[in-house]
């Protein structure tokens, strides 16, 4: 079952910041949250993940709550490439095995308009 | 350096059939996972594999499904019999030991009809 919520659709002007929601609010301490884009026909691609600090990469900022029940993911100047479905994912370990698996969520499907 | 890819891209066979659905990882990546999305739902994870040994197939469905991964490099996963229901899309990603991200392959779109 998804531990995640997000908005189903959200439009964006090319060159504006584009700011992705979600909620976890059922989140364990020591899962992470990870967030991952597919552009059409392709697979999922990873943006970036955070525990608790907010994260910054050359792809996004990953803004997390202090109570780490939901999360930003910001994409600074959308461009029309940024057209994506994005999936907000928590990442669970599986602590028999020492492995982990990802749990997604339904995705936002970002439109960036010219 | 290649990515994850998987074989076929696109599969369409009839209830009842049996079809086989393969994955080449990241060379040299130990763990590979495969996960689905079906119709309106959500990707959700199948199973994970460390070399050749099955690590967690907690996701899947039910025994019709069986993923092997024979040496630890390529891995199957093969649906008999195929059910309507099991149309979707199936990925697979890997990723080496301690690695913060999986890289997912683009996905063979399974179509039972």
């Known amino acids: 079952d998804a531990k995640t919520t997000q908005p189903t659709s959200m439009d964006c002007a090319e060159g504006r910041a584009a700011n992705l929601p979600c909620n976890h609010s059922?989140?364990?301490?020591?899962?992470?949250v990870y967030w991952y884009r597919q552009i059409h026909s392709q697979g999922p691609q990873y943006i970036i993940h955070?525990?608790?600090n907010n994260e910054t990469n050359e792809m996004a900022s990953l803004i997390i709550t202090e109570d780490r029940k939901s999360s930003t993911l910001i994409l600074p100047h959308a461009t029309l490439r940024d057209t994506a479905v994005y999936y907000c994912i928590v990442r669970v370990d599986v602590v028999t095995s020492g492995t982990y698996k990802y749990i997604f969520g339904t995705g936002t499907r970002l439109k960036v308009l010219a | 350096e290649a990515g994850v890819t998987q074989f076929p891209s696109h599969s369409v066979i009839e209830k009842g059939q049996t079809v086989t659905l393969r994955c080449d990882p990241i060379s040299g990546h130990d763990n590979l996972y495969w996960y689905r999305r079906v119709m309106g739902k959500e990707i959700k994870f199948l199973l994970h594999f460390v070399k050749e040994s099955k690590q967690d197939e907690s996701g899947m469905p039910n025994n019709r499904f069986l993923a092997e991964r024979t040496g630890g490099t390529y891995s199957t996963l093969k649906v008999q019999p195929a059910e309507l229901e099991d149309s979707g899309v199936y990925f697979c990603a890997s990723s080496d030991q301690g690695a913060v991200e999986a890289f997912f392959g683009q996905g063979t779109r399974l179509t039972v009809v």
């Open positions: 955070g525990l608790k």
């Open positions: 059922t989140i364990s301490g020591n899962e992470y």
